[in-house]
């Protein structure tokens, strides 16, 4: 074992000399000494020193953004706001459910239209429902309604109650109805087709109780106009109004469009509520 050390040791250390000459004349240049051991310390010091040097260039030179794999600090920050976006995003998304919610409920008769109006910030508690076709088309309340607004004159809408005072109703705007209110078909609205930005105007005076985007429907905005009347206006690319406000009949509340995830050619989709059921638009008002 001594015997292979020294050899090992006499191999590493055995000095040789590195000569330069001139390629003509053979006149000697400049010459050094060196041993195995030179070598291998040499060699290794400037491969630590060339992979210290090029980790310095990337971490703190612009050239890290062309490193494959390597993030700049504008590119963290961005994802950074991305992400918190997205957090808003969808905490938004998760409120604007809870808001179609409860005005479902107020549209259905779930909920007292007076109670919510009462209190807006109520809606983000309330629970989820749904339509029910059979309670919409079976019930008894339905028929004689609909009895009495087949006596109603066009354009007029006359409350139930003992007040005998009519509601004139404005058309939203003016268009061709691509497809037509269908109760059996879930369709409790009509489609106007129109040109990407024509103003959507309110049908009565009322207050909005509801103006936000939504995932299936693009910008809504529902408008209640008393005595259990309320519209609803979907697929709209922008909203003028916010919750609360007071508008007036044919006040300007938003600009057609089209959005959501069923997204196609520019059109408002139009519902009207009464005492929590949704009736035929085109019985109270001509779009065309």
């Known amino acids: 074992m001594g015997k292979r050390f020294d050899r090992l040791k006499e191999r590493l250390t055995f000095k040789y000399r590195l ?48 490193v494959p794999g390597y993030a700049s600090n504008d590119v963290k920050e961005k994802a950074d706001i991305l992400m918190d976006s997205l957090e808003t ?16 409920n107020v549209l259905t008769g779930k909920v007292k239209t007076t109670e919510y109006l009462a209190n807006l910030d109520s809606l983000l508690k309330a629970n989820k429902d749904s339509i029910s076709k059979h309670s919409i088309y079976a019930s008894k309340d339905d028929s004689v309604f609909r009895e009495d607004i087949a006596k109603a004159d066009r354009f007029n809408l006359r409350t139930n109650n003992k007040n005998t005072k009519r509601i004139v109703l404005f058309a ?30 309110s049908v009565e ?3 909005v109780i509801f103006s936000e985007w939504s995932v299936d429907n693009g910008f809504v905005i529902i408008v209640y106009h008393g005595n259990n009347l309320i519209s609803v206006y979907k697929n709209n690319a922008s909203l003028l109004k916010k919750e609360g406000d007071m508008v007036k009949s044919g006040e300007i509340i938003a600009t057609s469009g089209a959005g959501g995830k069923f997204e196609g050619s520019p059109h408002l989709y139009f519902e009207l509520w009464y005492n929590g059921y949704p009736v035929d638009p085109t019985q109270f008002m001509n779009f065309e």
């Open 19 to 66: 000569v330069i000459l001139d390629e003509e004349t053979y006149e000697e240049q400049f010459s050094f000494k060196l041993s195995e051991l030179n070598v291998y310390v040499f060699g290794g010091t400037a491969i630590i020193l060339l992979i210290l040097l090029t980790s310095l260039i990337i971490a703190y030179t612009p050239l890290r953004e062309y």
């Open 205 to 207: 005076d009322g207050t």
């Open 89 to 104: 995003l969808h905490e938004k998304s998760i409120q604007n459910d809870a808001k179609l919610t409860a005005v479902m």
């Open 172 to 201: 939203p705007v003016d268009g061709t109805i691509t497809k037509k209110y269908s109760g059996k078909d879930s369709h409790y609205g009509v489609d106007i087709a129109l040109i990407k930005g024509t103003p959507v105007k």
